[in-house]
């Protein structure tokens, strides 16, 4: 009887605990999820509502209409910015990934001269804002001829790509165990066989962390799109909403909202499938 009464005791102390945990983590939620409910909200609402201070602005009060993302898809090109944004994003992402594969791998495991020196170097990039190369890119750009071609984005998108890539999979490399790839030396593999066969796969978490940050990266970017590209046919989603949603001292706020909702949907979406890699890939490299 005593037993029963001391494990009910321990039951609800743990449940109030959990409750407790949760009820911690409830300002952090609502802190996350207030940007992307706002912009849900917003894209529902009648232009009377929204230009009405008198209505609650946290709810819909004369109900729901979807004019705003019909007139998104019907009078602007969206599907023509959401088609050159995923190109745009997914090419130099699959070129960040091919120069900093190997080179994340030679500052993980090869000694050699000046390794820290190109790591510092490396790092310092990374943290250069990209407000500070668009000018000097702009004129490489327009040297090449790409000026208002998705080229320019292609070519221009993985110099901020590629200096985190490798800081991030040569952290992760590190992690791995030097055994593994002493005995594949023994058995006669060279450094290239080695990446590609034993390391690339056990480094999976790393290398999907890697190109799904640097995906983001490019898929919001707004600075160069704006500034290489001026044809609305080539425009990406951030610049596409930007400038044509936005006439002077008018914001069409509704299609505004209709186009952040649709174009977080993707990033949402493969977020949810790729969490578990991504979780593991960033803390990888923290521990040893």
């Not at 944004?85 to 994340?104: D, H, K, R």
Request: proline share 5%.
């Amino acid at each position: 009887m005593i037993g029963e009464y001391m494990y009910r005791i321990k039951r609800r102390k743990s449940n109030l605990k959990r409750a407790a945990q949760y009820l911690a983590l409830l300002p952090f939620l609502v802190f996350a999820f207030f940007p992307f409910y706002w912009m849900v909200i917003t894209s529902l609402k009648y232009n009377q509502e929204l230009y009405n201070l008198a209505s609650n602005p946290f709810t819909i009060t004369t109900g729901i209409t979807f004019e705003h993302y019909i007139y998104l898809f019907k009078k602007t090109e969206f599907l023509v910015w959401f088609k050159n944004t995923f190109i745009v994003a997914l090419v130099p992402t699959f070129i960040a990934l091919v120069f900093s594969i190997p080179a994340g791998y030679a500052l993980a495991r090869l000694k050699f001269r000046w390794s820290a020196l190109i790591s510092t170097g490396i790092f310092t990039l990374y943290l250069m804002p990209p407000t500070l190369l668009f000018l000097p890119l702009s004129k490489f750009v327009n040297n090449l001829g790409l000026t208002n071609h998705l080229g320019s984005l292609i070519i221009t998108f993985p110099t901020f790509m590629i200096p985190y890539c490798i800081l991030m999979l040569s952290s992760y490399f590190r992690t791995i165990p030097a055994e593994i790839e002493d005995m594949a030396l023994i058995d006669g593999c060279t450094h290239v066989q080695m990446l590609y066969k034993i390391v690339l796969p056990i480094s999976k978490p790393g290398v999907i962390t890697s190109s799904f940050f640097s995906f983001i990266l490019a898929w919001d970017n707004l600075i160069y799109p704006v500034t290489f590209i001026s044809n609305s046919s080539r425009k990406t989603i951030s610049s596409g909403v930007l400038t044509e949603l936005i006439r002077g001292d008018v914001y069409f706020w509704g299609s505004l909202m209709a186009g952040a909702v649709v174009s977080s949907i993707p990033i949402i979406v493969a977020f949810v499938f790729l969490m578990d890699n991504y979780v593991k890939g960033l803390t990888a490299g923290s521990i040893k």
